[in-house]
């Protein structure tokens, strides 16, 4: 019923930026928190940022003041704008949006992107 499509991973040098976006479609009613988790290799995965319907946002302190992330509601998409990117960001990024749909409120996860950063 809810599909979330995530894209703008790849490989990037230290110091570069990449853009992530997850775009959620399907019979969506509305759309409460929106974030972006990632998973290292061998590690747990991890909160990176969140925002919520009213704006209000909340950062992994190890990307904060690198990372903004951002919602457009009207196209249900979520962004991830990653700047001064560094190798310990290397990951897979996953987008994870709570929605509204023909079923309560729930918890739905993209289907991850590869973020290589390279030193």
């Known amino acids: 019923q809810v599909q979330l499509v995530e894209s703008g991973g790849g490989l990037v040098q230290a110091g570069g930026s990449l853009r992530l976006s997850c775009a959620a479609s399907?019979?969506?009613?509305?759309?409460?928190?929106m974030g972006w988790y990632r998973q290292a290799p061998g590690k747990q995965r991890e909160l990176v940022a969140s925002?919520?319907?009213?704006?209000?946002?909340n950062y992994a302190d190890s990307v904060k003041g690198r990372f903004t992330i951002s919602r457009d509601n009207a196209k249900n998409t979520v962004y991830l704008q990653m700047n001064s990117l560094k190798p310990e960001d290397t990951g897979v990024y996953y987008c994870n949006v709570d929605i509204l749909s023909v079923i309560p409120l729930s918890e739905y996860w993209g289907q991850g992107t590869q973020v290589t950063v390279s030193s």
């Open positions: 399907g019979i969506i009613f509305s759309i409460n928190a």
């Open positions: 925002i919520f319907s009213s704006g209000r946002t």
